[in-house]
Nanobody
């Protein structure tokens, strides 16, 4: 069993930055690929970024490339999402997710996730 707890969300102006953190319980954190998803009101949940077990491979959706950075610290059982140059349409609840079975992080999808965090609200004002 893995529990995920996100933090770091909040209100930021357009063009601003936030860093989300996701702390995982349990001793097997390093055996999971990790991802950040988001869901805006009235929209489907989408993956934003993913990182493999060691942190050596990452994947981003095109709209965040160059602005968002996903990293992990296996010694601290934590995964991070640094978000720069935020835009109002990126207002959403951001979720941390753990996937034990995905082979390639670009294939991570919400139907195969083993564990979800409770989500953290990110609001970007114009």
């Amino acid at each position: 069993q893995v529990q995920l707890v996100e933090s770091g969300g909040g209100l930021v102006q357009a063009g601003g930055s936030l860093r989300l953190s996701c702390a995982a319980s349990g001793r097997t954190f390093s055996s999971y690929a990790m991802g950040w998803f988001r869901q805006a009101p009235g929209k489907e949940r989408e993956i934003v970024a993913a990182i493999n077990y060691s942190g050596g491979t990452t994947h981003y959706i095109d709209s965040v490339k160059g602005r968002f950075t996903i990293t992990r610290d296996n010694a601290k059982n934590t995964v991070y999402l640094r978000m720069n140059s935020l835009t109002p349409d990126e207002t959403a609840v951001y979720y941390c997710a753990a996937d034990a079975a995905v082979r390639f992080v670009q294939n991570m999808c919400d139907t195969e996730i083993d564990y979800w965090g409770q989500g953290t609200q990110v609001t970007v004002s114009s």
